[in-house]
């Protein structure tokens, strides 16, 4: 079936440093990829997303290239600041056929950016 | 522009209690979901809705039950609350049916807690 793995947190950075987190997916064809992330207190809202191999989908200094040869979809920023203090989600979306409807999540990684 | 509304945002039951969760979308969306997150287990699709008048099981939908009631409105009930469904819930909504490229909008989820 399909699966996401992302790297545990917490992650606690520093204002300004620069960030990754990793997502692995295992699924059959070119599923669709999403990073989804959730502030405090509110429900999940979609950072960036991908629908096909090398397409990079960015938003708000993030950004995250689907790599089909590693199955991989990893977010980054460059700088990051106290305001990017959230949980994030990697997501994948199958091609269409059964199931397409069903997101599946990855545990999510809680981000504190401390001043 | 409301988005997905959830009601209630809080509620306590007593193990036996049933309830529904109310959801209602703005977006002229067709499909609808419902979810569960858990601490450390990402969120988990209970029901979902592919359009108005079809209702499918998700990952864990045991203990559940969901209504289409139009376009707009998803409820799910808890016909008789266990302590395992502490959990927050949320709705979501996306457009089109089947279209794996189409992102989902959360709603901001009810915290239930079932003593």
């Not at chain 1, 204002?15 to 999403?34: D, H, K, Q, R, V």
């Not at chain 1, 990893?74 to 199958?94: I, N, T």
Request: glycine share 10%; proline share 4%.
């Amino acid at each position: 079936g399909n699966s996401v793995t992302q790297m545990e947190g917490p992650v606690t950075l520093s204002e300004e440093a620069f960030l990754t987190i990793n997502c692995t997916y295992t699924a059959t064809g070119y599923p669709s990829l999403f990073w989804y992330v959730q502030y405090p207190g509110e429900g999940l809202q979609l950072l960036l997303k991908a629908t096909k191999a090398d397409d990079k989908g960015s938003n708000k200094g993030f950004e995250a290239t689907y790599r089909k040869e590693t199955t991989s979809f990893h977010l980054e920023k460059g700088s990051v600041q106290v305001s990017d203090s959230a949980v994030y989600f990697c997501a994948l979306s199958p091609i269409s056929g059964a199931g397409s409807y069903q997101l599946t999540f990855g545990k999510g990684t809680k981000l504190s950016v401390i001043p | 522009n409301a988005g997905v509304t959830q009601t209630p945002k809080f509620q306590v039951l007593k193990t036996g209690q049933s309830m529904t969760l109310q959801c209602a979308q703005d977006m002229n969306h067709n499909s609808m979901y419902w979810y569960r997150q858990d601490p450390g287990m990402g969120l988990r699709l209970i029901y979902y809705s592919a359009s108005e008048g079809t209702t499918d099981k998700g990952e864990v939908p045991n203990g559940y039950n969901v209504s289409r009631l139009n376009k707009r409105e998803f409820s799910l009930r808890l016909e008789s609350a266990a302590p395992s469904q502490t959990s927050v819930y949320f709705c979501a909504s996306s457009g089109d049916s089947g279209n794996s490229n189409q992102p989902q909008h959360f709603g901001d989820g009810t915290r239930l807690s079932i003593l």
